[in-house]
């Protein structure tokens, strides 16, 4: 390689070469041994050899871990990677590599800018540099430690998880280096002793453009790196891990209520859980023998002195006692099961009760280890609320969505909790009648229409006319006939009541019905004003940008469970308005862009194409600039975003945008062979149906 005066050329034979030794499995120490006889002399004499191994192959490039590996120890610790050599390693090369890329990592613009790969393999040469070093070696470093711990902060408050790991790993290795018996372990779900300094890259497939988009078949937890709850960060804010342990229900028999019984609201649905603890009693008690009998246990434990909850204003008040624990607790456990059972009370308390639930602290109720069951419980209530008393509760949490006095973990559950009322709303199952008539009157034989059909039980003997003698006009006939008695039971006597079937008979059928277009407006009109205004604690623009970005995905969904209806076409044109906005769709967070990205799709897949191709015809401003705008802006990200997921969910939706052309094109041609102005959009959606939005209709 001296004979080679270009420098980058060089580069180049180097780079392909890492490459190819990569491709054939070749292990550390043969890894090593060749760069070392290719390019151990130039190395050492040539500056600009050096640049491109120290600076080039170990901020800039990237390449696989095993040739990070051979990097490392020819350009850094210039010795080979068995266990002898490894004793006189060049320590001051190694702290001069690990205080550059340090101060590279720890920059905020960096990980907002850099692409994930660039990142996760920065990461990886800076915690291979690290195992390496020890406490004397880390202290030589200039201003190693305050970086390090910048770098790690600004990770920690990313919404990826991704980020978040590589932040977890720096911290787990530099904590090894302070103190080797206690390492820390800032995500619990990862403590294994090898890190996987690939980050899942080198197994990774890529998915097909056609599923980015597809959140109904996919669920949300197993796309991390996307969306990220309100439990998630708070979980990260209290640093605690609780388990949720689902028993399944098995079905109990029907019983007969008393009519008389006075019965308690908040029981309605715990009847299954009494019947399976009975039932598990019984055989247990028919299983035992005599000899295993235990006398009863007559300690006094209180249980009959305990509060139960039965109207929702006693929960309201338990709910703002932070100081009775217990009181906290039961209200929780309660919640749900009476506000589905939707009281008259609910309507006037529905504001307040979804302040309580809000601001509620969860971990401080609750026993630790409990946290995520009790969070799971205030969820399900809140969403209970949103469903049954829509109007009410949504003008409380829009107030507390921008209100200073609720921290950012829990503005994110009031999202996550208005996208899970808004896809339960939009798939509510509706129990219908489905009527059949009948003719009073049928001819089925010659016998007269008020003579009984011979039709019984095998046995039965025919019908046979009662004479009547009290008159002798008879205005009505009277029959009888004999039926057989069932084998194994005693005859006795039995009054049977007779009666003119119903000409209409119904049969139950379980549908599904939108209900959630009548709310859109009253979801998503409120949230999206104010969101570009800074107030005392909330940022969106800045600090805040997860809650932005939860705030664009819920818009989102709400957008998709209102497809195809005359409340999409109306709320398209604000929601546009707001992604066209310079700082949300520049933003230099991915995760908000990600969210544009995913608000526009949910756009083109809510409208519909005779909407689309009337705003064409009529000359509808906002519709067609918005959507040109989602195509151009996407032909942009697809080709020059940093972020690999931005770029996906781009093509995915320009292949919808092609598509919605592609239906409003066909619509409008439909439509100029008859009248070009006359255009039905929803044929089969009521004209009179309102839009409820909150306190507007009162």
């Known amino acids: 390689m001296e004979a080679v005066n270009d420098s980058h050329s060089v580069e180049r034979i ?15 120490v043969e890894g090593y041994w060749i760069l070392w006889m290719l390019f151990g002399r130039i190395y050492k004499r040539q500056t600009s050899i050096r640049f491109t191994f120290v600076e080039k192959f170990l901020l800039w490039k990237v390449f696989p871990t095993s040739c990070l590996r051979w990097i490392i120890h020819f350009a850094v610790l210039e010795c080979a990677p068995d266990s002898a050599s490894l004793k006189s390693y060049n320590a001051d090369g190694l702290s001069d590599t690990v205080n550059r890329l340090v101060v590279a990592w720890s920059r905020k613009e960096f990980v907002q800018s850099s692409p994930t790969e660039q990142q996760a393999y920065v990461t990886a040469a800076l915690g291979l540099c690290l195992e390496k070093m020890s406490k004397k070696d880390l202290d030589a470093t200039k201003d190693a430690l305050h970086s390090i711990l910048q770098g790690i902060s600004c990770r920690l408050e990313s919404p990826i998880y991704l980020i978040r790991r590589m932040a977890s790993t720096i911290a787990l290795v530099f904590s090894r280096i302070i103190d080797p018996q206690n390492p820390l372990y800032l995500d619990d779900s990862y403590q294994e002793e090898t890190i996987d300094w690939n980050f899942g890259f080198g197994n990774r497939k890529e998915v097909p453009v056609t599923k980015a988009l ?41 019983n007969f209520i008393d009519p008389d019984e006075i019965i308690d609201p908040a029981t309605l649905n715990i009847e299954s859980t009494i019947d399976e603890d009975e039932s598990d009693a019984s055989e247990d008690s028919e299983t035992s023998s005599n000899s295993s009998l235990q006398p009863y246990d007559l300690t006094d434990d209180d249980a009959d002195l305990k509060r139960k909850f039965s109207q929702l204003v006693d929960v309201v008040g338990a709910l703002r006692k932070p100081d009775d624990v217990e009181g906290v607790e039961k209200a929780l456990d309660v919640a749900e099961k009476l506000i589905r059972a939707s009281p008259d009370e609910l309507k006037y308390i529905a504001g307040d009760l979804a302040k309580a639930l809000v601001q509620v602290r969860c971990s401080d109720a609750t026993v630790e280890g409990e946290e995520e069951s009790a969070e799971e419980k205030r969820e399900k209530a809140l969403v209970a609320l949103l469903v049954t008393s829509p109007i009410e509760s949504l003008d409380s949490l829009n107030k507390l969505l921008y209100s200073p006095n609720v921290d950012m973990s829990q503005r994110v559950m009031v999202l996550d909790v208005m996208i899970d009322s808004a896809k339960e709303l939009a798939s509510a199952r509706v129990l219908k009648s489905e009527h059949r008539s009948t003719p009073l009157v049928s001819s089925i034989s010659d016998e007269p229409w008020f003579v009984p059909r011979n039709i019984g039980p095998i046995g039965a003997g025919s019908w046979k006319e009662i004479s009547s003698t009290e008159t002798p006009l008879n205005w009505s006939y009277s029959y009888e006939r004999e039926l057989p008695s069932k084998a194994g039971k005693i005859k006795r006597g039995k009054t049977r009541r007779w009666s003119t079937r119903s000409a209409m008979q119904g049969i139950q059928i379980e549908r599904s019905q939108n209900n959630f277009p009548q709310y859109a407006a009253a979801f998503m009109l409120p949230a999206m004003q104010g969101y570009d205004k800074k107030r005392h604690g909330v940022d969106l623009l800045g600090r805040d940008f997860v809650v932005l970005g939860k705030l664009i995905f819920m818009l989102g969904i709400c957008m998709k469970c ?15 308005d707001m992604l066209r906005s310079r700082e949300i769709f520049q933003h230099a967070e991915a995760y908000v862009r990600r969210s544009v990205l995913f608000a526009a ?33 996407a032909l942009l990200v697809a080709e020059s975003d940093t972020d690999s997921e931005c770029s996906t969910l781009a093509m995915a939706c320009l292949q919808l945008h092609a598509e919605m052309a592609l239906q409003a094109s066909r619509a409008l041609e439909s439509s100029s062979t008859t009248n070009a102005k006359s255009i039905t959009l929803f044929p089969n959606v009521s004209k009179n149906r309102p839009i409820k939005i909150s306190y507007l209709n009162s």
């Open 562 to 576: 209102a497809a195809m209806h005359p409340e999409a076409s109306v709320l398209a044109s604000p929601l546009l």
């Open 214 to 254: 597809d959140n109904e078949k996919t669920d949300e937890k197993e796309r991390p790196s996307t969306i990220e709850s309100g439990k998630e960060i708070k979980r990260r804010e209290n640093n605690g891990i609780g388990k949720i342990s689902k028993a399944g229900k098995k079905e109990t028999a029907f």
């Open 14 to 28: 180097a780079e392909e070469l890492l490459h190819q030794l990569a491709a054939q499995n070749v292990n550390d």
């Open 601 to 633: 799709s949910c756009v083109l897949m809510a409208l519909h194409p005779s909407y689309v191709a009337s705003a064409v015809v009529e000359g509808n401003i906002g519709i067609s600039e918005g959507l040109e705008w989602i195509r151009t802006w």
